[in-house]
């Protein structure tokens, strides 16, 4: 397995460090968005737009600090690899559930794409890739490195969706 993650440190290194500052950045804006007033439903908003942001930046933590681990074989990160993937699967049906169900807003084909499609292809790549790992370890690790910055990009594009969303949509009047 050495062998097989020689030259992948730096990568998760870099990954993962954004993963976690960017972790960091989304409590700092929830806490400043939340001395704004909440409107009924808006619990809704975040457990299906909010909550999912933070997940997927702590999968990507989570795979980048796996494929800097000592490991004595593949076999114990595949099988990271794929409980990640099927949690993550998981996760994301109850998501999408979240999503049709909340009623503060209504997601339009971006976010489908965001937070529902683009966050199931993930999870699925790094449950493929840990089946995968037993016979071509190498495309295997490719594999879970497309999925972690697939997340990581995600992340990103979802975390910027949101504070635009709270600046432009719902602006203070003057004080």
């Known amino acids: 397995m050495a062998e097989q993650l020689a030259g992948w440190e730096n990568f998760y290194v870099i990954v993962g460090s954004s993963a976690g500052a960017l972790i960091g950045l989304q409590f700092v804006v929830i806490t400043l968005i939340a001395s704004r007033p909440i409107k009924p439903g808006q619990g809704q908003g975040a457990g299906a ?5 933070v997940v997927h930046f702590a999968s990507v933590l ?10 004595r074989g593949i076999t114990g990160a595949a099988i990271l690899w794929g409980l990640v993937g099927l949690v993550g699967i998981g996760y994301e049906i109850v998501v999408i559930r979240r999503m049709r169900k909340q ?4 997601p339009v084909f971006e976010d489908w794409l965001f937070h529902a499609l683009l966050p199931l292809v993930a999870y699925a790549t790094l449950a493929v890739s ?3 790992a037993r016979v071509h370890a190498q495309d295997a690790l490719f594999g879970v490195a497309v999925a972690a910055l697939l997340l990581l990009f995600i992340g ?3 975390a910027w969706d949101a504070v635009t969303y709270h600046v432009f949509t ?3 009047g003057p004080e």
């Open 170 to 172: 719902h602006r203070r």
């Open 62 to 71: 989570l795979l980048s600090a796996a494929g800097c681990a000592p490991w």
């Open 49 to 53: 737009f909010a909550t999912p942001t």
């Open 156 to 158: 990103i594009h979802n």
């Open 130 to 132: 840990a089946e995968e």
């Open 103 to 106: 009623s503060l807003y209504k």
